[in-house]
């Protein structure tokens, strides 16, 4: 046995994604709640200002996830039944959830080999005289061929609702993703690159955003006590069967705070991004992450592939050997066309999907985040390639 090639094993688990909060974050929480308003208020409208702002987009509403701003905008473009909502099967299952929800079909099609981001081929064949909407997600934080996408969707009357739980703050051809395209959902869940714990933002056509607004909260339109000449504090009147999914200003609060730190934490992550690229690109096992020439990633997970036909393991495995050296990994996303809900409900079979079926097993998530330390990031990369070399064939 060579003694000489075996990895020095970090003494503790590296997590996949911890929360980067400080105590900024602890502070403006802590103010909030001294406070009289804990519900929306002024901090989730100067949340709303700020991502706004960073984004450049007209108008921002932030609600209390991802998955409910996608909601409200699908509500806000007079999405329902009888209607077919195109998005990808490399997603969370939130993505079509929300288009069922609707009482929409979700029609589900296959991607690009290189992003894993929706194909816009594979959008066009999909067309249909029921088509109301397209949801591309810019998956891993990269963003989806939008010029494609929005073209496609001009003069049909099709909205387009980007799924940008991973791209804050990427940007598309000089633009950042939330101004690109008309209606764009961000997350800021726990993991995601920037969080409030749970929540979210819509932003994009300010027309478009306010009518989104009252879905957020009952389709209560206080806005109306004015115009119908109603002075009285207590008057409501309820104008559509509206969600309950606004942001508190606690919520907000963890926002406004992170929002001061985002170009910091992007920085940090596409450094390491980077460090990994440089370590794994000629690695025959192994196969980076692409980052198109008009874009820049968010870089909210580092998806590896894996050259399993090099390799003794599968992917399964590798991720087993890298938890025994003591980094945690993950895998993003095991396709929607594979979920029993949508293989039984609408249908859907392998055969339709030949990119996404021979890429998704070979997916690896390594965790990236501004919390590693040069050290951590030594270690994964160690790891990786202790584990490749190991098994490889
Ligand atoms: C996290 C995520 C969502 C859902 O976001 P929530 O804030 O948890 O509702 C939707 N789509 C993708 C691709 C995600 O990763």
Not at 181 to 201: I, Q, R
């Amino acid at each position: 046995m060579d003694f000489g090639t075996i990895c020095r094993v970090r003494p503790t688990l590296l997590p996949f994604s911890p929360p980067s909060i400080g105590d900024e974050e602890i502070d403006e929480v802590a103010a909030t709640l001294r406070q009289e308003w804990l519900t929306t208020g002024p901090r989730t409208a100067m949340f709303e200002a700020g991502v706004a702002r960073r984004v450049g987009a007209e108008a921002a509403l932030a609600v209390n996830s991802g998955t409910a701003a996608m909601q409200v905008a699908l509500a806000a473009a007079g999405v329902g039944p009888g209607d077919e909502v195109i998005t990808t099967t490399m997603t969370f299952c939130a993505t079509a959830h929300v288009a069922h929800h609707a009482g929409a079909r979700p029609v589900i099609v296959d991607v690009e080999p290189d992003t894993l981001n929706i194909d816009p081929a594979a959008v066009r064949r999909a067309l249909s005289a029921r088509t109301r909407a397209i949801i591309p997600v810019h998956l891993h934080g990269h963003p989806a061929e939008m010029d494609a996408i929005l073209d496609l969707a001009r003069d049909r009357g099709i909205v387009v609702i980007e799924d940008a739980a991973h791209a804050l703050p990427a940007t598309y051809r000089s633009r950042t993703v939330g101004s690109v395209g008309p209606l764009c959902a961000f997350s800021f869940y726990a993991t995601k690159n920037l969080t409030t714990g749970e929540g979210g933002m819509l932003t994009g056509d300010a027309e478009l955003v306010e009518r989104a607004r009252p879905w957020t909260r009952h389709g209560i339109d206080r806005d109306r006590q004015a115009a119908a000449g109603k002075k009285d504090s207590w008057w409501y009147d309820v104008v559509l069967p509206g969600f309950k999914c606004n942001m508190s200003d606690i919520m907000a609060a963890i926002g406004l705070r992170q929002l001061d730190k985002l170009d910091a934490f992007h920085a940090r992550r596409r450094a390491i991004a980077q460090r990994y690229s440089d370590a794994f690109a000629s690695v025959p096992q192994l196969q980076v992450p692409v980052e198109r020439p008009h874009v820049t990633s968010a870089w909210h997970i580092y998806a590896l592939r894996l050259h399993l036909e090099r390799l003794h393991i599968d992917r399964g495995m590798f991720i087993e050997e890298l938890r025994q050296r003591h980094i945690s990994a993950s895998v993003h996303f095991i396709p929607l066309h594979r979920m029993r809900f949508y293989r039984e409900v609408y249908g859907l079979k392998p055969d339709a999907f030949p990119v996404a079926e021979r890429e998704t097993d070979r997916l690896v998530s390594l965790p990236l985040h501004p919390l590693l330390t040069d050290q951590d990031v030594a270690d994964v990369i160690d790891a990786s390639l202790d584990v490749a070399r190991t098994f490889a064939r």
